[in-house]
């Protein structure tokens, strides 16, 4: 079975940092484009960041400087190292894995990131 475990949430201070590490199984790692995403209330699931099995990025332009997506094919994990946070990163935060040429993917049960002094 397909499986997207996210973990590393919690409590964060503005300004500071949290990594959110994703374990993967199930799936052939290195074939999927891997993803983070984030839903904050009331809003729309958005884009994060997202990396290639070849290891080419993307960044909404919203974290864009502050965070930083990798990923190790060698051990099927995603991280999301994520500092100078500030009070709108707030949101749950979601792992993605869609294969090369796919439509659909797969979705981690998310963990919640709170940054508040």
């Known amino acids: 079975q397909v499986r997207l475990v996210e973990a590393g949430g919690g409590l964060g201070q503005p300004g500071g940092a949290l990594r959110l590490p994703c374990a993967a199984s199930?799936?052939?790692?290195?074939?999927?484009?891997m993803g983070w995403y984030r839903q904050a209330p009331g809003k729309q699931r958005e884009l994060v960041a997202a990396?290639?099995?070849?290891?080419?990025?993307t960044y909404a332009d919203s974290v864009k400087g502050r965070f930083t997506i990798s990923r190790d094919n060698a051990k099927n994990t995603l991280s999301l190292q994520m500092s100078s946070l500030k009070p709108e990163d707030t949101a749950v935060y979601y792992c993605?894995?869609?294969?090369?040429?796919?439509?659909?993917?797969?979705w981690g049960q998310g963990t919640q990131v709170t940054v508040s002094s």
């Open positions: 993605n894995a869609r294969p090369v040429l796919s439509v659909n993917g797969y």
């Open positions: 199930g799936i052939i790692f290195s074939h999927n484009i």
């Open positions: 990396i290639t099995s070849g290891g080419s990025t």
